[in-house]
Every structure is written in C-alpha cells, then in structure tokens.
C-alpha cells in the first residue's frame, strides 16, 4: 500500500469528522469544494488527499457521503476497537482517562499504571489502577495495542523502554522529552507548548 | 513575510528544542543532517526549511546552535512572554494549568474562567477562577493575547464567539467539535483522538 504523510493522515481525520456530521444531518453526496471550506483546506488539497482511494466520486455531483467516510475508517483503522494502556495517572492522564471521544473512536483504555502507592490498586474512574512495575506482564496478558504515555519526562524514556520490550509498536507520548524508539515502533508526541507555538506565530507575524 | 505552513512550524518548534538541548550540552554547531537525524526528518527538508532564514550556516560545518535557536525564537514569537486565558477548568483544562512548560516558553496563564459556581472565586492552583460571565471585560482587561479553550463542546462555539468579540485573535481548541471563526482569527484544535488515530493507522496498515 502507498504510504500517506502524517499530514494527510490528519486530515483524513478531519474529513471523517466531517462526513460523521453530514451522515447525522443525512446528506449524501459532499463535493471536494464543500468538503474543503469546512475544513479550510484547497478543493485540489482534498482532492488530491482522496485519490488515495483511486478514481472515485462523480463529477459534477462529488462523493458519496457513507462510502467515503468507511473508506477513510478503513485506512484509520476506526473498524474495530483497540486496547490500550495508559501510564501515568497524574493530571494530564486522569484528564485523558475521562476524554469521550476515544471510546467513540474504538480506544478502548483497559489498564491504567501508576508508581504512586496511594493510586495502585485503587479505582480510577472505573479502572483498576495496576503497579507499574507489572508493566511487561500485564501489558502482553492484556493484549495492549497501543500505550499512551503521561510521566514526568524523567521517566519517559525507561516507560517506553518497558513499553517497547513487552512488543507494543503505538505510543502515544504526553512527556515533553525527546524519546528513542526502534525502527518499527511509531511513537507519535503531543506538546501542549508547541500547539501555543503555533498562535504565537501567528500573532508574531501578522500584518499590523 | 513569507508565509510558513503548519507542518514547517511544527517542525521549527521540534528544531527549537533538539536546539536548547544541545545548547544545554556546549555544543556550538549543528550540521543539517544531524538536526535530521534527532527528529527523524530528511536532512532535505532540514535544509528546506532552515532556508527560510535566508542563506545561512557554513558548508562542512553546518549551522551556529545559538544563533539558529534565536532565529527559530524570533520567528515563533518566544522571545516575549504571552498573556494567555483559559475558559473550562474541567480534567483537560485542570490539566493545562499545571502543564509546565507553557511557563518555560512564555506562555503564562493569567487568568481562568468557568462557570461553575462552586469553582468561580476560588483559587486554582495559584489562579482565582473568574465567572465566564465577564470574560469580554476580563480578557480585555488583562490584555490576553491568546485564549485555550476546554469547556464541554456544546459551549464553545459560544465561548469562541464571546472571545472573538473580546479581540482576542488566536484561540486552542480542546472542545472537539467543529467551530467557526472569523478570516482574521486563528484556531488551532487539539483532539486526542486523532492523535490515536495516527497509531491505529499504523496499525492497521502495517507490514504484516
């Protein structure tokens, strides 16, 4: 299969939001124009993001809303439900452990770890809170699919070492460290700080 | 100006921090290739995007670490501090307060709003909570530059309009819904989801 840039996969996110909306208002069949202004994206961007699926669409009447939107599940892997583990029930973890949408999309948080004895073994909104020293193990017991990682930086690195060891290849990384991984692992890091980066690009750049 | 896309200031803002880490080690040149090779990026599109700064950096000896940081700061308006707002201290907003290297990059929160009684006049975590029913005089008071926004997604187009009006031109968006603001203002959205979504894509379409 042709290899897409996170930057279309992202968008392709965007997308399927899009078409969720449309298919609850039932509308059928969207242009790559429409699909592009509520995105903010070029028609030819969309365009050229859709013809990853091949020839496709009508001219003049655009796409099929439903098809389209399955088509770009498949590609997500939004078609099934993923186990998923998340270390680290501090601030950033608890807030990720209540975040709805995961569930809708199908990441499905079954274990949670922590090092801090007075949140082992207790209840976390519903989840058993587990020893991070049983990492390995209960990692490959649980069949964990992709771990989402929320420790102080100074830990990080050994976690995804552990992680990695019990032969997850997902990591999602909340820990503002740089962080090594194999080859074929994809580690993929949110920065609260860079997102703000952006906003004050913009407001160190705009026209006055 | 020339006007950088998205993914280049994602890229400048990971360049900024393999940057102070070197900086942070004495070492005072960085080739293009190992500025690379630390983000996994191709060292053409290193030098692609360091050309934005105009000719710069020796042949065989790459670019001056201090001098390229300063550059990449400039341009990413870090080299002053941000009045920041944030509306919504549930688990995600909760969360961002403490979020520390928001501080370390200029980004200070100064002030909160909810709308939650039992919340409003309190003190969180060093902040008073205001009542978001003056967030168009607060924000305009404290001459908040940016606003973060993480209230339930049924009230953010709301907010968003009540921050709009404000003056405030840049937002970040946790809520995940879809929201519309003016030409002039920019939104940046966070979803956790899609953040997975980049794992599950992997996933789903690795080599098997």
Redesign the interface.
């Known amino acids: ?1 042709r290899r ?1 840039s ?2 279309t ?2 968008r ?3 997308y399927y ?2 078409l969720e ?1 449309l298919q609850r208002e039932n509308v059928t069949t969207i242009s790559s124009g429409e699909l592009a202004r ?1 995105n903010k994206f070029t028609p030819a961007q969309v365009r050229k993001d859709l013809s990853f699926f091949g020839s496709f669409g009508t001219r003049g009447l655009g796409y099929p809303v439903s098809e389209l939107k399955d088509k770009i599940a ?5 078609c099934k439900t ?1 186990n ?1 583990a998340l270390v680290g029930v ?3 973890g ?3 452990v ?5 569930q ?4 499905i948080i079954k274990k949670i770890f922590d090092n801090d004895l007075r949140k082992i073994g207790k209840n976390h909104k519903g989840i058993l809170v587990s020893d991070v020293k049983n990492l390995n193990m209960e990692l490959k017991e649980n069949k964990i ?2 771990v ?1 990682i929320a420790v102080p930086s100074s830990e990080a690195q050994k976690v995804v070492d552990e992680v990695v060891g019990a032969g997850v ?4 990384n909340f820990a ?1 460290t ?1 962080l090594k991984v194999p080859e074929n692992v ?1 580690l ?1 890091s ?17 026209k006055r």
Chains 1, 2 share one sequence.
Not at 74 to 78: P, T
């Open positions: 299969m897409i996170e930057s996969i992202s392709l996110s965007l939001r899009t909306t509520s498949s590609i997500l892997g939004l993923w998923v501090g601030n950033v608890s807030a990720l209540s975040y709805k949408e995961f809708r999309q199908g990441f699919e992709m989402i290849r997902t990591i999602l503002t740089n994809v993929r949110v920065n609260m700080a860079m997102e703000l980066e952006h906003l004050s690009y913009a407001l160190a750049n705009q």
